[in-house]
């Protein structure tokens, strides 16, 4: 599988057709706070200044869709429900092949979906470009750099949330994560990393666990590894065991961007291995759709995750 470039095209070289803005903001009454607390760990050089941008030829659902370049501060936005709480949390990684977060459509536009559900919503505005997979032109496949940031930055999360629990309102043994395309690879990162922490442990949250109680994995990307065999990702498949999370999949089989043998590969390791997996294909719906509403079935998959975290006893049927 060649290198995964968001499907709407907002890759760092946008060639003039994006127009730049101010670096991104979340909504007033919320704020980044950066999770970690000195220096960067593996911190790697950017092209240039974090920057937040639009491009003026995609959209989807009538909408133009913005993403977040050039992130060397990784930052954490929570977003709590404003009516009841169900004590749930929800880490979201946006897409973008690790290039760029598509920081709207796979990002606030979630949070606003899920405080409305009655679960607290945590935005990750984790380290890209290049932080966590990429094709290796000499093995032609994909590898995992040495210094897999994004998994840095989602652990450290992890353990952030779970030590600020009871100050957020949330259950401690209620949280999970859910990612699109890099973002749905990166969900399945932490799900199957989660013993050790890659990085020298910083302040007490690092005692906590990063282990995900459940993961959503919409559109994932970099786990079928090989055009030529049915085969997931090693760096996934060995650390898959029966304490990984319980987990739903989704995918379109005519998404042109991430083939549907990504979810096909991490479903049948999971269930080979014991693991509680839901998924779902539907015959159309492309990719990089996030929630935005359109005439196809698949974009009713909401009520899907919905439905499915009542099953698992995360939210109440």
Not at 93 to 106: S, W
Not at 295 to 314: A, C, H, N
């Amino acid at each position: 599988m060649k290198p995964l470039i968001f499907a709407v095209c907002v890759v760092s070289a946008c060639s003039g057709v994006c127009a730049q803005t101010s670096v991104w903001q979340p909504s007033a009454g919320h704020a980044q706070v950066a999770i970690w607390p000195g220096a960067v760990p593996d911190a790697q050089p950017a092209a240039g200044p974090e920057d937040h941008v639009t491009t003026s030829t995609s959209v989807i659902a009538g909408q133009q869709v913005y993403a977040v370049r050039n992130v060397t501060r990784p930052t954490m936005t929570v977003y709590s429900p404003e009516g009841k709480n169900t004590g749930v949390a929800v880490l979201v990684f946006p897409g973008g092949g690790y290039q760029d977060l598509a920081i709207d459509l796979e990002g606030t536009e979630v949070c606003d979906w899920l405080t409305s559900k009655g679960i607290t919503c945590v935005l990750l505005k984790y380290r890209v470009p290049n932080s966590g997979m990429h094709w290796d032109e000499r093995c032609q496949c994909q590898m995992k750099p040495k210094a897999p940031t994004a998994l840095e930055d989602a652990q450290r999360t992890m353990g952030l949330v779970r030590f600020r629990a009871a100050e957020w309102h949330i259950d401690p043994h209620k949280i999970g994560v859910l990612g699109f395309s890099a973002g749905g690879h990166l969900a399945a990162d932490i799900s199957t990393h989660f013993e050790k922490r890659l990085y020298p442990s910083v302040d007490a949250a690092d005692n906590e666990s990063c282990r995900p109680d459940f993961a959503v994995a919409l559109y994932p990307g970099h786990l079928w590894i090989d055009d030529k065999k049915f085969e997931l990702n090693p760096d996934i498949r060995t650390h898959i065991t029966r304490q990984t999370p319980p987990t739903f999949l989704l995918q379109a089989e005519d998404d042109d961007a991430d083939n549907v043998n990504q979810s096909l590969v991490y479903y049948i390791a999971l269930k080979d291995a014991g693991v509680p997996v839901e998924m779902h294909l539907y015959a159309h719906g492309g990719h990089a759709f996030g929630l935005r509403r359109t005439k196809l079935p698949i974009t009713e998959w909401p009520q899907l995750v919905e439905t499915w975290l009542g099953t698992i006893g995360m939210i109440s049927e």
